[in-house]
């Protein structure tokens, strides 16, 4: 019988990594795509001919939403799609395609789906990535945590989601991250990654500083413009030393002339649904978790943007 031809996309992050390796390590030899929520919809057009195609870790963005589906509809026409997400999805978004759990990573989503044609050894990769992406507190995680040794976990994780910070967008060296996850390589194993983790963590001390004496500080929200490292952690930063609840980093594209941003938050905020219904008011992208959201917006409307956004957090807060 011949091998179901299978193509996987999946997110950049250290739980999109994970998640994406733990498919390759289930449909070996297939190619491997990086995308994103904005992205999905033009790269999804290379599944086109595969047999299978496998999505992991990409949110659906309440303003691109019906778009996608549709497109994904015509494309389950011809070819089988598994399609594993833990970000919140749009209200009344339903596809047969879609498995949807926001209570789990991605990556323990994507070994629990694939678990039969897994190793159970590579548990320890679908650890990585719910360390990396905050979700290590499920019960289910609890229980895999306890076939290894915790302490070596937690290192190889940070060794992971560290290392990829250096080369943020070097998408085939992070392809090549994932065919080693998928043979059950450890991070501290793969050459030049804890190198790279043991100076990101150099950097990410430099970050933490120059947010401090960077931060712009709103009414909410607290930010930072261009500061050219990771955006997440910027974001998070800018909340502690802007003393708010919610903190952002914005990173200027001239090739795009549009605004990347990050944010992170703490408390009793949902902000998926609040950023994409503001970002899509101004001709921007964005979404995510209730506490960690993302997007992209014109730079012409970025100022009204913020404005907007600190208004919508303070109402909410005060809801």
Known sequence: MSRMRTIIFTHA?????????????????????????????????????????VITDIAVNISTGA?????????????????????????GFSADWMINNTASSASEMAFRHFKELLSPD?????????????????????????????????????????????????????RYLVMQLAKNVQPSDIPDLAKNAIRASALENELRLNVSKDVIRMRNLAYVLDQNACMSKAAIYARVYGGTPVGMSAEYRDHRDVYDFSLRAIGRINLNPLVSSIASRYGGNAGGHPLAAGGRIPAGNFKEFLLDLDDAIGEELSA
């Open 13 to 53: 992050d250290s739980d999109g990594i994970c998640a994406g390796a733990l498919a390759l390590a289930a449909f070996p030899d297939s190619p491997v795509y990086f995308t994103n929520a904005v992205s999905i919809l033009a790269d999804i057009e290379n599944a086109v001919g595969f047999d299978q195609a």
């Open 67 to 91: 778009r996608l589906k549709d497109r994904i509809d015509r494309l389950a026409a011809e070819t089988k799609v598994i399609y594993l997400d833990h970000h919140p999805l749009p209200e």
């Open 122 to 174: 590579m548990s320890r990769v679908a650890l990585y990535g719910a360390i990396g992406d905050y979700r290590d507190d499920s019960l289910s995680i609890y229980n895999m945590v306890q076939n290894w040794d915790k302490r070596s976990l937690y290192y190889q994780a940070g060794t992971l989601s560290q290392g990829i910070e250096i080369g943020r967008r070097d998408y085939d060296w992070k």
